[in-house]
């Protein structure tokens, strides 16, 4: 008896290791961010780089351009040459002629499709113009507004959980016509409230040119991804609307 408990608690032990084990690793995919580094700049030509590192720089991705693009994976500080591969042949048309007989036959094929197609392009117009109607009257009802409320908020949260921590990006620009270099210039003024301080944008006027660079850093994690995109999917009036938007097209 006692050496069955003994087997049975053995059991119990390495069960409970394997579901902790389980859950460590789901607690890892869930709340250990994913991080990111982007920068580039762009004057005549073009060079970036784009670094992608998860838990703890185990597991990256280095994507670099200049004149050539080149992207290695790194598994445990281990690189992995992935790009460029190795370049395949491009296969020729053995036959590229056709004899005139098989085009004449071609040519009288077309014909008689086109005339009979006349009557289903007819009814294909009519089917979609009933199924924009359709869509038209679903995106007016009450519930799709609901819906509607709901994305947009949840839309909103997402964007803060997965939107970079820093954004660089430098723009220097003229053309030709000064009055167009002024009215971009007035646009992003516009706009300037919410594109932030990231973006910076300096008019030249009559020159012609275009210079860039950029850097861009953040991190997502998979929690809140996962949770908004629940909440968008346990809404009734989500659900109901997306079913159907679905049924619609059928």
């Known amino acids: ?24 690793l789901l607690l ?22 784009a670094y992608v590192s998860y838990l703890l720089h185990l597991f990256g991705v280095h994507v670099r351009y200049d004149d050539d693009l080149r992207v290695v994976l790194r598994i445990l500080f281990i690189p992995i040459k992935l790009y460029p591969g190795k370049k395949k042949k491009s296969k020729t048309d053995d036959n590229p002629k056709t004899d005139a007989s098989t085009a004449d036959d071609s ?8 005339a009979d197609n006349k009557d289903s392009e ?6 979609k113009l009933n199924t924009v109607k ?9 519930t799709t507004r609901e819906a509607y ?27 030709d016509d000064p009055y167009m270099t002024a009215v971009i210039m007035s646009v992003y003024n516009v706009f300037y409230t919410y594109i932030g301080k990231g973006l ?12 860039a660079d950029g850097y861009i850093k953040g ?21 109901r609307f997306f079913k159907r938007f679905k049924n619609i097209g059928k």
């Open 200 to 211: 910076s944008i300096c008019p030249v006027y009559y020159e012609k040119t275009v210079s």
């Open 28 to 49: 890892m995919v869930l709340f250990v961010p994913v991080r990111y580094r982007i920068k580039g700049s762009y004057d005549e030509d073009i060079q970036a780089f």
């Open 149 to 175: 409320e709901v994305c947009r908020n949840r839309l909103g949260k997402l964007l803060k959980a997965i939107l970079p921590g820093k954004i660089r990006i430098s723009v220097t620009y003229g053309l």
């Open 1 to 24: 008896m006692a050496s069955v408990l003994a087997v049975l608690k053995i059991i119990g032990i390495i069960l409970a290791c394997i579901l902790g084990f389980l859950l460590l």
């Open 122 to 127: 007819a009814a294909g117009k009519n089917d």
């Open 134 to 142: 359709a869509y038209i009257k679903l995106l007016n009802e009450d």
């Open 219 to 239: 991190s997502i994690m998979a929690a809140p991804v996962l949770w908004q995109a629940l909440m968008v999917m346990l809404n009734k009036d989500c659900r």
């Open 107 to 114: 040519r009288h094929g077309d014909e008689d499709k086109k």
